[in-house]
């Protein structure tokens, strides 16, 4: 079983930068994939990011373009999520979860964490 803490959401202009941190208690950590989602008021759950069990492999949303990199330090039980160039239209609670399989499908993670809110103003 796995429990994850996100940290690091917040208020920042557009343009601006933030690191998403989710730390991750368990054994099966460094076995699992880890994803990273995001939820906007009155829209669906949609794929941000996801990465391999040792972070060799990565994929990422269309919208990323670029601007957002996900990476994981097994010896410390964290995954991250690099945002730069935020835009507005980023704005919705981030979610890192865990599954046993690589997928950018939310009902294929087991595991989810509280969220953090990413607020970009323009």
């Known amino acids: 079983q796995v429990q994850l803490v996100e940290s690091g959401g917040g208020l920042v202009q557009a343009g601006g930068s933030l690191r998403l941190s989710c730390a991750a208690s368990g054994r099966t950590f460094s076995n699992s994939f880890m994803g990273w989602f995001r939820q906007a008021p009155g829209k669906e759950r949609e794929f941000v990011a996801c990465?391999?069990?040792?972070?060799?492999?990565?994929s990422n949303a269309d919208f990323v373009k670029g601007r957002f990199t996900i990476s994981r330090d097994n010896a410390k039980n964290t995954v991250y999520l690099q945002m730069n160039s935020l835009k507005p239209e980023d704005t919705a609670v981030y979610y890192c979860a865990a599954s046993g399989i690589w997928s950018s499908d939310p009902t294929k993670y087991a595991y989810w964490g509280q969220g953090t809110q990413v607020t970009v103003s323009s």
């Open positions: 990465i391999s069990t040792r972070g060799g492999t990565s």
